[in-house]
């Protein structure tokens, strides 16, 4: 075979494909294999090798045979002498690897022929794994493509050397394409396929808002401002929370830049997408009060519950109601997104008439005497704004002073309530085994989506106490046949063998057990110039609830759990299904949990069931 023919061809390909050169040398090795056996009908047990050089671009072909004293099938034999010139320490028969020399003058010709399929499939395979490797590694940056096609479903962008692919779920609304349009999009996943790499962009993804910012502004490039949250309903708004890690640094105006004209580079990029840009602050209260901007608010009050999760109830001026709350809800959707809190909005005048209805009833019922004047100044008030008189800043100051009295002495009731609550929930866990709080939910043998759903309660533990406390907050994450499945499931756990040595496995010291918080959504208090449903807002809040009653171990009881049993009959088909009714209770002689079920009673009695049996 010709060496410069060889050479050059190495070297063209190597230029045209723009791939490493030990890619085409293997490629080209593996083709002159093929060639070889293809050539010379080498059985494809027989070792063959093929071995180029880099620097002269000479091929070799090296094949395996059997030492022997007289050769017979020079194809597969070869001499002692001979032999050991490639293996001083062979003997008769070794197989040793030895160059093919009588390659006739032609194999090059047909070498060229049968592995020309061969080298073009693997340089393809070689290009797709180093175009995959080079997307992969852009995965989560921007990219600028060329719209190439586009349809009701899909746009196909041209990335050079690779095609992209922007869904309808990730195109902006209202936004239109067209051929040959540049188009920048942020690359979300990079997948293999057997055509080639599968890029898969988005234009309405919030990280490609975050990655714009870090373009447009150096400071947060070069990590002296920090990004802390976004939220974003692309094509239409979005909030975006910064903080400074440098001092002397304005976070805000950094992003805003002079005259606005860094962020209105990105405005324009997202196709006119509002940007509100807000600072970061430690204080809930005030990062909730800036996340509402451009609204002013007259008072944050926060509430954490264990059972509701994190709360912020919102006053805000009556003028500033449907500007706190945005077009559908928007500006209060996007801050709750953004800090995390889910946000009640209600404004003062709604917050004074439902306090000023509800003075005789506790625990407002202390403030007409300890705020005589200002109950009968907020009273005096209100009756102006129902006859529609002018009512003076003044006036409106002294209402929110009131609203804000009220919304405190309201907060203090029901931590004192959660506190009641906290002690039962102390109470129905120290009937369970602290192990459970240990043991993970994979171990109840739940199918995989049920199990998912289960992720946030951590362990078994947290799931039984979630179902002890307040079983209807379950019911709302699972369907009624999931239900029922779990509570199948954890019956057969507390009645099965291995209960006990499952508590063994488990450590003995139990984490500190927390029912998972709800996630954070928006409620809003509508106005009465929007919506003349809602007449009282505020009365369900501050109507008395009886003192909780803090349950021994003896009244506790747990969920009941209807359980089909199936019953087959002589043909082996299935009859309708008796159901058993069983409940989980605290055994006061034991010290534990056990379950009873429900008994038919005696026939001849015509009564219905009898009493619970363990």
Same mark, same amino acid.
């Given at each position: 075979?010709?060496?410069?023919?060889?050479?050059?061809?190495?070297?063209?390909?190597?230029?045209?494909?723009?791939?490493?050169?030990?890619?085409?040398?293997?490629?080209?090795?593996?083709?002159?294999?093929?060639?070889?056996?293809?050539?010379?009908?080498?059985?494809?047990?027989?070792?063959?090798?093929?071995?180029?050089?880099?620097?002269?671009?000479?091929?070799?072909?090296?094949?395996?045979?059997?030492?022997?004293?007289?050769?017979?099938?020079?194809?597969?034999?070869?001499?002692?002498?001979?032999?050991?010139?490639?293996?001083?320490?062979?003997?008769?028969?070794?197989?040793?690897?030895?160059?093919?020399?009588?390659?006739?003058?032609?194999?090059?010709?047909?070498?060229?022929?049968?592995?020309?399929?061969?080298?073009?499939?693997?340089?393809?395979?070689?290009?797709?794994?180093?175009?995959?490797?080079?997307?992969?590694?852009?995965?989560?940056?921007?990219?600028?493509?060329?719209?190439?096609?586009?349809?009701?479903?899909?746009?196909?962008?041209?990335?050079?050397?690779?095609?992209?692919?922007?869904?309808?779920?990730?195109?902006?609304?209202?936004?239109?394409?067209?051929?040959?349009?540049?188009?920048?999009?942020?690359?979300?996943?990079?997948?293999?396929?057997?055509?080639?790499?599968?890029?898969?962009?988005?234009?309405?993804?919030?990280?490609?808002?975050?990655?714009?910012?870090?373009?447009?502004?150096?400071?947060?490039?070069?990590?002296?401002?920090?990004?802390?949250?976004?939220?974003?309903?692309?094509?239409?708004?979005?909030?975006?929370?910064?903080?400074?890690?440098?001092?002397?640094?304005?976070?805000?105006?950094?992003?805003?830049?002079?005259?606005?004209?860094?962020?209105?580079?990105?405005?324009?990029?997202?196709?006119?997408?509002?940007?509100?840009?807000?600072?970061?602050?430690?204080?809930?209260?005030?990062?909730?009060?800036?996340?509402?901007?451009?609204?002013?608010?007259?008072?944050?009050?926060?509430?954490?519950?264990?059972?509701?999760?994190?709360?912020?109830?919102?006053?805000?001026?009556?003028?500033?109601?449907?500007?706190?709350?945005?077009?559908?809800?928007?500006?209060?959707?996007?801050?709750?997104?953004?800090?995390?809190?889910?946000?009640?909005?209600?404004?003062?005048?709604?917050?004074?008439?439902?306090?000023?209805?509800?003075?005789?009833?506790?625990?407002?019922?202390?403030?007409?005497?300890?705020?005589?004047?200002?109950?009968?100044?907020?009273?005096?008030?209100?009756?102006?704004?129902?006859?529609?008189?002018?009512?003076?800043?003044?006036?409106?100051?002294?209402?929110?002073?009131?609203?804000?009295?009220?919304?405190?002495?309201?907060?203090?009731?029901?931590?004192?309530?959660?506190?009641?609550?906290?002690?039962?929930?102390?109470?129905?866990?120290?009937?369970?085994?602290?192990?459970? &709080?240990?043991?993970?939910?994979?171990?109840?043998?739940?199918?995989?989506?049920?199990?998912?759903?289960?992720?946030?309660?951590?362990?078994?533990?947290?799931?039984?106490?979630?179902?002890?406390?307040?079983?209807?907050?379950?019911?709302?994450?699972?369907?009624?046949?999931?239900?029922?499945?779990?509570?199948?499931?954890?019956?057969?756990?507390?009645?099965?063998?291995?209960?006990?040595?499952?508590?063994?496995?488990?450590?003995?010291?139990?984490?500190?057990?927390?029912?998972?918080?709800?996630?954070?959504?928006?409620?809003?208090?509508?106005?009465?110039?929007?919506?003349?449903?809602?007449?009282?807002?505020?009365?369900?809040?501050?109507?008395?609830?009886?003192?909780?009653?803090?349950?021994?171990?003896?009244?506790?009881?747990?969920?009941?759990?209807?359980?089909?049993?199936?019953?087959?009959?002589?043909?082996?088909?299935?009859?309708?299904?008796?159901?058993?009714?069983?409940?989980?209770?605290?055994?006061?002689?034991?010290?534990?949990?056990?379950?009873?079920?429900?008994?038919?009673?005696?026939?001849?009695?015509?009564?219905?069931?009898?009493?619970?049996? &363990?």
């Amino acid at each position: 075979m010709a060496s410069n023919d060889l050479q050059l061809a190495f070297n063209e390909i190597a230029d045209l494909r723009a791939l490493p050169q030990d890619v085409i040398v293997e490629a080209l090795q593996h083709a002159l294999v093929n060639a070889y056996r293809k050539f010379a009908g080498a059985s494809p047990a027989q070792a063959i090798e093929a071995r180029i050089e880099a620097t002269s671009g000479r091929a070799r072909i090296y094949v395996e045979k059997e030492v022997v004293d007289d050769v017979i099938s020079p194809l597969t034999e070869v001499t002692l002498e001979k032999a050991r010139y490639y293996d001083p320490e062979c003997n008769i028969g070794d197989l040793v690897m030895v160059q093919e020399e009588d390659t006739p003058k032609s194999f090059g010709r047909i070498a060229a022929q049968t592995a020309k399929q061969v080298i073009l499939q693997r340089i393809r395979e070689a290009e797709r794994n180093a175009v995959y490797e080079e997307f992969l590694a852009r995965e989560g940056d921007l990219v600028t493509g060329t719209v190439q096609s586009l349809n009701s479903s899909m746009v196909t962008l041209s990335l050079g050397r690779a095609e992209a692919v922007l869904q309808k779920s990730q195109q902006l609304p209202h936004e239109r394409y067209h051929a040959h349009q540049k188009l920048r999009v942020y690359v979300m996943e990079v997948k293999k396929s057997n055509k080639g790499p599968q890029i898969l962009c988005s234009r309405s993804h919030r990280n490609m808002l975050r990655r714009l910012l870090e373009y447009e502004v150096p400071e947060i490039y070069n990590g002296q401002i920090e990004i802390k949250s976004i939220a974003r309903e692309a094509g239409f708004r979005s909030k975006v929370a910064v903080a400074a890690l440098q001092e002397g640094i304005d976070p805000v105006g950094a992003c805003v830049g002079m005259r606005g004209n860094r962020i209105q580079n990105i405005v324009k990029e997202l196709n006119g997408e509002k940007i509100d840009v807000i600072e970061w602050s430690a204080s809930a209260e005030q990062f909730i009060l800036k996340a509402l901007s451009p609204a002013k608010v007259a008072g944050v009050y926060l509430e954490e519950d264990v059972m509701n999760g994190r709360t912020a109830l919102v006053i805000v001026p009556d003028d500033q109601l449907s500007l706190a709350i945005g077009r559908e809800g928007q500006n209060a959707r996007l801050a709750a997104k953004l800090t995390g809190w889910r946000i009640d909005i209600k404004s003062v005048t709604e917050t004074v008439q439902g306090a000023l209805e509800n003075l005789d009833v506790p625990p407002l019922d202390e403030f007409p005497r300890l705020y005589p004047q200002l109950v009968e100044d907020s009273r005096r008030i209100i009756e102006k704004k129902t006859l529609n008189k002018v009512v003076m800043p003044e006036e409106y100051t002294l209402l929110a002073r009131f609203a804000s009295l009220v919304e405190e002495r309201l907060l203090e009731d029901r931590e004192s309530m959660r506190r009641s609550q906290q002690q039962q929930i102390e109470a129905v866990k120290a009937t369970l085994p602290p192990q459970l &709080f240990n043991v993970p939910i994979a171990k109840l043998g739940l199918p995989e989506n049920i199990t998912e759903l289960l992720a946030n309660y951590g362990s078994i533990g947290h799931v039984m106490l979630a179902t002890l406390i307040d079983e209807s907050r379950l019911r709302k994450n699972l369907s009624k046949e999931a239900m029922i499945e779990v509570q199948s499931a954890l019956d057969k756990l507390m009645e099965g063998e291995d209960f006990d040595s499952l508590l063994d496995e488990a450590p003995l010291q139990a984490e500190e057990a927390e029912v998972p918080v709800a996630p954070s959504v928006v409620s809003v208090a509508p106005s009465e110039d929007d919506l003349d449903v809602v007449k009282d807002a505020f009365g369900g809040i501050i109507t008395p609830r009886p003192e909780p009653e803090v349950l021994t171990q003896d009244q506790i009881e747990v969920y009941d759990v209807v359980e089909d049993d199936e019953e087959t009959d002589e043909d082996g088909e299935k009859r309708s299904a008796k159901k058993k009714k069983r409940q989980l209770v605290y055994d006061e002689d034991s010290g534990e949990v056990r379950t009873r079920r429900q008994r038919k009673g005696n026939r001849n009695k015509r009564g219905g069931w009898d009493e619970f049996e &363990f």
